[in-house]
T-cell receptor
Framework: DTGVSQNPRHKITKRGQNVTFRCDPISEHNRLYWYRQTLGQGPEFLTYFQNEAQLEKSRLLSDRFSAERPKGSFSTLEIQRTEQGDSAMYLC???????????FGSGTRLTVV | AQSVTQLGSHVSVSEGALVLLRCNYSSSVPPYLFWYVQYPNQGLQLLLKYTSAATLVKGINGFEAEFKKSETSFHLTKPSAHMSDAAEYFCAVSVGTNAGKSTFGDGTTLTVKP
């Protein structure tokens, strides 16, 4: 098992453009999470899947953000019409059970210019 | 709703000294509690977890944490700091048997002086 894989590692985009990130979780894990982390802060919850079902989405999450997990395998996070405030590290994590804790990927660093 | 407070955004210790990183949580139901470590330029890694079994939990690299319900605390300790322990440490809480998200603290940066 190669762990949780995220692509790309870095993304620089112009304001107003759309971006999409991919996460490949550990294959046995049915839970997948997206978090956002900015400098000096802890990871902030964005959304959570159990298999292919999106069970929770942060109320702080703008409608410009959408996530999918087709067939309960990999997941994508899309940000439409990016803004400078979207610049952050986007983290993906997976888990088998809630009590197991997360296995994190290395993250995708987004810079909006 | 659950929450976590990490007391002290920066902690500095000498090599060989005791490490104590503080975490207090708020939860209306019995929580799961976690400590994660993030080394420079690396992803977050699970250090240890409390899931209602033993209140004293041992993790990797000689770290341990004690769950104290009366104090709503889950402080992280290590008897003797090593230079390689320098990193950022995050406490997190999750609730419920079908718990989804974990809520993270803002982290504590540990510096180890030679």
């Amino acid at each position: 098992d190669t762990g949780v894989s995220q692509n790309p590692r870095h993304k620089i985009t112009k304001r107003g453009q759309n971006v999409t990130f991919r996460c490949d979780p550990i294959s046995e894990h049915n839970r997948l999470y997206w978090y956002r982390q900015t400098l000096g802060q802890g990871p902030e919850f964005l959304t959570y899947f159990q298999n292919e079902a999106q069970l929770e989405k942060s109320r702080l999450l703008s409608d410009r953000f959408s996530a999918e997990r087709p067939k309960g395998s990999f997941s994508t996070l899309e940000i439409q019409r990016t803004e400078q405030g979207d610049s952050a590290m986007y983290l993906c994590a997976s888990s088998g059970q809630a009590s197991y804790g997360y296995t994190f990927g290395s993250g995708t660093r987004l810079t909006v210019v | 709703a659950q929450s976590v407070t990490q007391l002290g955004s920066h902690v500095s210790v000498s090599e060989g000294a005791l490490v104590l990183l503080r975490c207090n949580y708020s939860s209306s139901v019995p929580p799961y509690l976690f400590w994660y470590v993030q080394y420079p330029n690396q992803g977050l890694q699970l250090l240890l977890k409390y899931t209602s079994a033993a209140t004293l939990v041992k993790g990797i690299n000689g770290f341990e944490a004690e769950f104290k319900k009366s104090e709503t605390s889950f402080h992280l300790t290590k008897p003797s700091a090593h230079m390689s322990d320098a990193a950022e440490y995050f406490c997190a809480v999750s609730v419920g048997t079908n718990a989804g998200k974990s809520t993270f603290g803002d982290g504590t940066t540990l510096t180890v002086k030679p």
